[in-house]
């Protein structure tokens, strides 16, 4: 069993970058352990990182490969590396360098302070004004739906001990979300802050489209007050339309021959209906959809080929 273990998703990530990962995780963490390994999960990607990977593998032991039958998502190919990592502690970090090894030491000396799982805050998003005030709001809409407090500046780099990844593993929901899993899981948790580094080449292999896919999976996987909201203003609604209704026929038999008006307010009232109905019924679905994936019970991934040969361990 290594003592370290170093997870990494990789998608599209140029082999330039990947020998420079692997290169300044080996000196990093040989300041703490010699035991340790790198699995480097390739997430279907379209280039060569494949063959980089498998390259680097052959080359360095301590180099390990999982390859995916194709894109299943970064939280995916999280699960797919911690299914394989056997370390006494598991270091989760991106591929791209924007989680910079150097900050290891540093996770690793809070761990032994007696914490199970420590994440890294970023001590700054190098993102655009527009993706962080996008990340604020959507970050403030996911802590008042799931009652938690998700810190936005926490990205995926954590280390876990290897008790709280044998429980994440337990745990194979589709809709997943690293940090709340592990949060679910328990645990001593602590965090420390870090520069996170400008993105690799600045680009992101996410599209706004992924994102906002991932968001609201993440959304609907960790909270069931959508449904509770929409029942709340489905029932406020039959209240009101009760009182009004009330008060309609109370005047028809107070003044029948009172001309017929208002039909404004039956149409706002029927677009209205008919607008928060579809919400409720949208909201509903999506739930339905997560139930439905959830029983099909597919595996979260499928493995084409690892540099080892080594199975997953469940
Ligand atoms: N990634 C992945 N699968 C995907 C998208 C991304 O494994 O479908 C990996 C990617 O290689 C990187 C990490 O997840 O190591 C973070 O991705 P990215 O840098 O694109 O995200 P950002 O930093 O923009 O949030
Ligand atoms: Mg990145």
């Not at 980089?52 to 490969?65: C, E, F, H, L, Q």
């Not at 056997?86 to 924007?98: E, K, T």
């Not at 404004?264 to 009232?269: D, E, I, L, R």
């Not at 739930?287 to 029983?295: A, H, K, R, V």
């Amino acid at each position: 069993m290594p003592e370290i273990s170093v997870v990494a998703p990789v998608y599209n990530q140029r082999a330039q970058t990947l020998i420079e990962l692997v290169r300044r995780l080996s000196l990093v963490i040989s300041s703490i352990t010699d035991d340790f390994d790198i699995i480097l999960v390739d997430d279907g990607s379209e280039n060569d990182a494949w063959s980089t990977i498998g390259a680097m593998a052959s080359a360095d032991p301590k180099v390990r490969g999982v390859h995916l039958s194709r894109n299943f998502g970064q939280h995916v190919a999280i699960t797919a590396g911690l299914d394989y990592a056997d370390g006494n502690w598991v270091v989760v970090m991106d591929a791209d360098l924007q989680d910079r090894p150097e900050v290891i030491p540093e996770l690793y000396a809070k761990a032994q302070q007696g914490y199970d799982v420590v994440f890294v805050n970023r001590a700054r998003r190098p993102e655009s004004l527009l993706y962080r005030s996008l990340a604020a709001t959507f970050y403030l809409v996911l802590n008042a739906l799931s009652g938690q407090d998700y810190n936005r500046l926490q990205g995926n780099f954590s280390i876990v001990c290897a008790d709280a990844v044998r429980a994440f593993r337990r745990v194979r929901e589709p809709g997943r979300f690293y940090g709340g899993i592990l949060r679910w899981v328990g645990f001593r948790h602590a965090s420390i802050t870090a520069e996170h580094a400008a993105a690799d080449g600045g680009q992101t292999s996410y599209n706004f489209r992924k994102r906002v896919r991932f968001a609201t999976s993440l959304i609907v996987s960790f909270s069931t007050r959508l449904l509770y909201i929409s029942i709340l203003i489905g029932l406020m609604m039959a209240i009101c339309s009760f009182i009004a209704a009330a008060i309609i026929v109370i005047e028809k038999i107070r003044y029948p021959d009172y001309p017929l008006q208002g039909w404004p307010s039956v149409m706002t009232a029927i677009f209205f209906t008919a607008g928060v109905t579809n919400v409720a019924i949208g909201f509903t679905g999506i739930y339905i959809g997560q139930i439905l994936q959830q029983t099909r019970g597919r595996p979260l991934y499928v493995v084409a080929a690892t540099t080892s040969g080594v199975a997953p361990i469940r």
